[in-house]
């Protein structure tokens, strides 16, 4: 343990361990199996991290995600520790050579997909590596009681097969009871040690604001904090709707979803990281990996689909431990709107059936073929050309992403596509005609061989760069020389990216997981009610209501929910006497005395309706409250 407590200071900067992190460390450093269970922050990826630096060897470690790798890679580096990510769009000899660093390039890191270990080469190469410790992230998506149920992790356990008597740590920041079952004898874990922090994260106050004016109430809880803050919401249209919102209202805003650029994302991220922007309207993935502490609020504008969902993405705000709030914003319709984006649309077997069949008649894949290059998919354009109902078809990706079929990429992506069709000498005559366009003509002419005779993918990025051109000029310039007869310019964009993973067989490929469709669809049925519990509870503590969910005792209320805070005696007589002072000096709206007061607006309306029956304050044309 005294090398861990130096890796930990050398590479983190920290003193100490959190929690039960130095329990869990030790333990795996004795070469036990362990299943951890810690909040969102509680610094899940030290368990591992941290025995694997302090030992000779390296450790694999499983993810679902693809942007969770590439993050925890990322930081891996930004320490000076050697890591390697095995993610899409790898060539057979890259992969390869990658595999062979992780067996003599002393790398202590290797993150792959549970499908990328179902590969053979893969396999065979992780039983030459010198492995220390094995990690499962995320490893919630083993277990089909999950909304996000991963089959390929069920493969996972061969990782005690290719690398014997190792320790296996799996970790996960939500699991009920039945999910951490699910864990133990998925994975196969030997006698694990079970750890649990606490989920309890007594410095967010929860809070469940029931308004038709949901704007006004977004406003105002983004208005009101100090440090970041991120507005989740379950569609990409309304990332834009709300930061447009916020934005036109004085608080610098910007918005994140899978359909922008990988640059726009990391400008936008890096702008929220660095506070440039203050609040970020994102889909739900937004955060998964990102380490910022001082997120002050975490908004909820639209319902989740789960309370594990919900619990993770609300755990995002208050990491550095001070008061922090999270905030789920409900009208009236939210319920029925939520039953219908969440439940009315679920793919049937019927539907995967179909949808896959067209998937394949889409990109023109004989049957018992295998297409193993990444192909662009516009989602849009393909719903319209089969009339596919947008909501149920993402659903139906979904589950064949979830059951190995394909690997399913929600990235946004430009193909631009040139060929210069005019002479030399017309193309000559041309630079001379358009001087300041000419620089950036010629230098795609240098960079592109062979661009005068074969329609060549061009890089647009690389081209601004080269030239110090924003990307949207040359678009232009390409468009103005398709229009002129110069070049041939065709401009395509994709905003998912599809892999298939086995060959085309139709009806049999969909058959062996035709059950667990059935299934899935009946424990999203259970979470959405569970959601919805949780939104429409009225008289227990919102915390404790989490924790008992979890599977966990609260040993009393948190005091700071709206529950909580609504169950506090108010001085009725005494609210009425400060709201009839404050009316004597100018007329107020009720929001106008919620803001002041700051009293719990249930109390507010109480008081008010009582001086009003009482005849001691009336409404003006205005809506406005004033002395009688």
């Known amino acids: 343990m005294q090398q861990a407590n130096r890796v930990l200071q050398e590479f983190w900067g920290y003193k100490d361990f959190r929690g039960s992190q130095k329990e869990i460390i030790q333990t795996v450093m004795n070469s036990r199996d362990v299943l951890a269970l810690m909040p969102t922050g509680g610094g899940k990826s030290i368990c591992y991290q941290v025995p694997a630096l302090a030992q000779e060897g390296i450790c694999i470690v499983v993810s679902p995600l693809v942007a969770l790798i590439q993050d925890q890679v990322r930081q891996l580096k930004s320490r000076g520790i050697k890591a390697i990510a095995l993610v899409g769009g790898i060539s057979f000899d890259e992969l390869n050579n990658l595999l062979d660093n992780c067996i003599y390039g002393n790398y202590k890191f290797l993150y792959l997909s549970p ?3 179902q590969q053979s080469i893969v396999q065979e190469r992780i039983q030459e590596m010198n492995v220390n410790v094995l990690a499962i992230d995320e490893a919630h998506c083993i277990s089909q009681w999950r909304n996000d149920f991963r089959p390929a992790y069920l493969d996972c356990a061969i990782l005690k097969d290719l690398a014997p008597n190792k320790p296996m740590i799996a970790v996960t920041a939500t699991a009920t009871v039945k999910v951490a079952k699910d864990i133990i004898e998925n994975l196969k874990l030997e006698e694990p040690k079970v ?8 410095n967010i106050s929860l809070k469940v604001k029931r308004t038709e004016d949901k704007l006004y109430h977004l406003k105002k809880a983004v208005s009101d904090i100090s440090g970041s803050a991120i507005v989740y919401v379950r569609s990409r249209r309304m990332t834009v709707t709300l930061s447009e919102f916020l934005n036109k209202n004085g608080v610098s805003a910007s918005f994140f979803h899978g359909g922008i650029s990988k640059v726009e994302k990391e400008e936008r991220l890096n ?22 502490p001082n997120v002050r609020l ?17 755990g995002r705000a208050g990491r550095d431990g001070k008061p922090s709030t999270a905030i789920l914003i409900k009208g009236n319709e939210d319920d029925q709107r939520a039953k219908q984006q969440f439940l009315a649309h679920l793919p049937d077997v019927t539907f995967v059936k179909k949808l896959y069949l067209q998937l394949n008649n889409y990109f023109q894949i004989p049957y018992g073929e295998l297409f193993s290059d990444t192909l662009d998919f516009n989602f849009n354009l393909f719903c319209k050309r089969y009339e596919l109902n947008p909501n149920m078809t993402y659903h139906g990706l979904r589950i064949l992403d979830q059951n190995s079929v394909l690997t399913l990429s929600e990235n946004y992506n430009e193909k631009t596509l040139l ?5 030399k000498n017309e193309i000559f005559n041309y630079l001379d005609k358009h001087e300041k366009s000419a620089p950036i003509i010629q230098t795609i002419l240098r960079t592109y061989g062979g661009i005068t005779e074969f329609e060549t993918k061009i890089n647009l990025l690389l081209i601004s760069k080269k030239t110090n051109v924003p990307e949207k000029y040359i678009r232009k310039i390409l468009q103005q020389l398709h229009e002129d007869n110069i070049a041939e310019y065709k401009s395509a964009s994709s905003d998912i990216e599809i892999s298939f993973l ?14 667990n469709i059935k299934k899935l669809n009946k424990v999203k049925k259970t979470n959405m009610q ?37 169950g506090m005696d108010f001085d009725i007589d005494g609210l009425k006497k400060m709201l009839t002072h404050l009316l004597k000096t100018k007329p107020h709206t009720s929001r106008q005395l919620i803001e002041v007061t700051m009293v719990d607006e249930k109390a507010i309306w109480e008081a008010l309706r009582d001086l009003l029956e009482d005849q001691v304050i009336q ?7 004033t002395i009688k």
């Open 419 to 423: 060929r210069f069709v005019a002479s």
């Open 115 to 117: 499908e990328r270990l």
């Open 502 to 515: 086995v060959p085309r067989e139709d009806d049999r490929t969909i058959n062996p997981f035709s059950e």
């Open 530 to 566: 569970a959601m919805l519990d949780y939104t429409n509870n009225t008289n227990k503590c919102r915390s404790s209501f989490l924790l008992n969910y979890f599977g966990e005792i609260a040993k009393h209320n948190c005091g700071s929910c709206d529950i909580c805070t609504a």
């Open 195 to 202: 750890f649990k922090d606490s989920f309890s994260r007594s």
């Open 271 to 292: 702008s929220w990281l660095t506070e440039r922007i203050k609040i970020m309207v994102a889909t739900n993935a937004f955060g998964m990996g990102v380490d910022k």
């Open 298 to 314: 975490v908004v909820h504008f639209q319902i989740p689909d789960s309370l594990e969902s919900y619990f993770q993405e609300a």
């Open 619 to 625: 409404l003006n044309p205005r809506n406005e409250y």
